[in-house]
């Protein structure tokens, strides 16, 4: 079994693949859609002589840790036909991907799970919550009447000019929410191929953009699928219009952070939630990670121990100094009490603010001593991360 690069001669290959291992399949702009990434994507092949037995994709993506912008490796598609599974197709593959994004320069990689068990043997771990909320009408909230100035736009009905100011929104905002994925043009034109019936609607606030929501109605429902805004006061006037529809809609469905304080300046906030955890991630190269952070206040040297078993390329002992610089460092002499220890599975989950220092020592069963506990936190940023895209 040989694992390279799928050159554009197999691409069909690649899609007959996809087709039959994912429930639905492709046509129309979907397809296209899909087609345009195995071209511009890190697409890996498992082949039996000729034939593509099994595949993934490493998207050429960019996200937000802490205000600081990585080139970030999206992995998706990954699939074997049947017949060929039990044979370690995919862990081939997804060591070939690792070092393939390291080549890349992909510092940290995001990926939706099947199974949470599968990849954190791979070194993945989860990093959101999801909160999806549906609220009835009669509970819809309610913030009173105010002359808000709202444009609206859609893929069918552009308006050039709204749409460029909603995506420099974005992606500002994307600097500002930790964890944020940056949209480019390309996953713009994504988004279109998969959701043609997207509605726009922006609020500004003195001439400029103060917040937007990307939604669709159907069937009764009003389906939010991005709600970002830079303040209370332009998200209560996004919430004005999107209940300015309660004469033609029953539902509000929408999904949110779980560390949102969502909901609690509702009149009625007790309405249907449900928590769900389906993002990873993995610092893919650590060095390369750690010196590109955006780090706090460093008292004294940091020393920790990544243990990463299939990347030996991390797995060593780095110092970090009162400046911030990073090295990899061979020495025995640190006291246990005083180097922390971590999978890379959790010093990704913490380097990220998904967990927090203490979290990560805690599930790693190591003990260290709480004075450093205390200088790693105050070290590491500590807001939340944020991730809605899928792939």
């Not at 609690?264 to 389906?278: A, H, L, R, S």
Request: proline residues 4%.
């Amino acid at each position: 079994m040989e694992i390279k690069i799928v050159p554009p001669k197999d691409y069909l290959q690649v899609h007959q693949l996809r087709d039959y291992c994912f429930p639905n399949k492709y046509t129309g702009a979907r397809r296209d859609d899909f087609h345009y990434w195995v071209e511009h994507s890190t697409t890996l092949g498992a082949y039996d002589e000729h034939k593509v037995v099994g595949q993934l994709l490493i998207l050429p993506l960019n996200m937000t840790v802490h205000g600081e912008k990585y080139d970030m490796g999206g992995i998706g598609f990954v699939a074997t036909y049947p017949e060929y599974r039990q044979q370690g197709i995919i862990k081939r593959l997804m060591i070939e991907a690792l070092k393939k994004m390291r080549e890349n320069g992909q510092s940290v990689s995001v990926l939706a799970p099947f199974s949470v068990s599968f990849y954190r043997y791979f070194g993945w771990e989860l990093f959101f919550e999801k909160l999806y909320y549906t609220i009835p009408q009669m509970m819809f909230p309610s913030f009173g009447k105010h002359l808000d100035i709202v444009k609206r736009m859609s893929f069918e009905w552009p308006d050039s000019a709204l749409f460029q100011w909603i995506k420099d929104f974005h992606n500002a905002q994307a600097f500002i929410n930790n964890g944020s994925m940056l949209r480019d043009d390309a996953w713009w034109k994504r988004i279109e191929r998969r959701a043609p019936d997207s509605h726009f609607a922006a609020y500004f606030k003195s001439d400029k953009i103060a917040g937007y929501i990307r939604y669709s109605i159907q069937d009764g429902t009003f389906e939010i699928h991005d709600f970002i805004t830079e303040d209370l006061l332009a998200e209560q006037a996004i919430w004005r219009f999107i209940t300015s529809h309660a004469a033609s809609v029953s539902s509000i469905k929408g999904v949110t952070s779980n560390d949102h304080q969502f909901g609690f300046y509702f009149k009625e906030p007790q309405f249907k939630k449900e928590v769900v955890q389906d993002v990873m991630i993995r610092v893919v190269d650590a060095l390369r990670f750690m010196q590109h952070y955006p780090w706090g206040n460093i008292q004294k040297p940091l020393y920790i121990r990544i243990e990463d078993a299939l990347c030996s390329w991390n797995d060593h002992v780095y110092q970090i100094n009162k400046s911030g610089d990073v090295s990899i460092i061979e020495t025995n002499s640190i006291p246990e009490m005083h180097l922390l220890a971590l999978p890379i599975n959790l010093f990704s989950a913490m380097m990220v603010g998904y967990l927090s220092v203490k979290d990560a020592v805690l599930y790693a069963n190591i003990e260290l001593a709480e004075e450093v506990i205390n200088r790693w936190q105050l070290a590491l940023p500590s807001s939340k991360p944020t991730f809605y895209e899928y792939f």
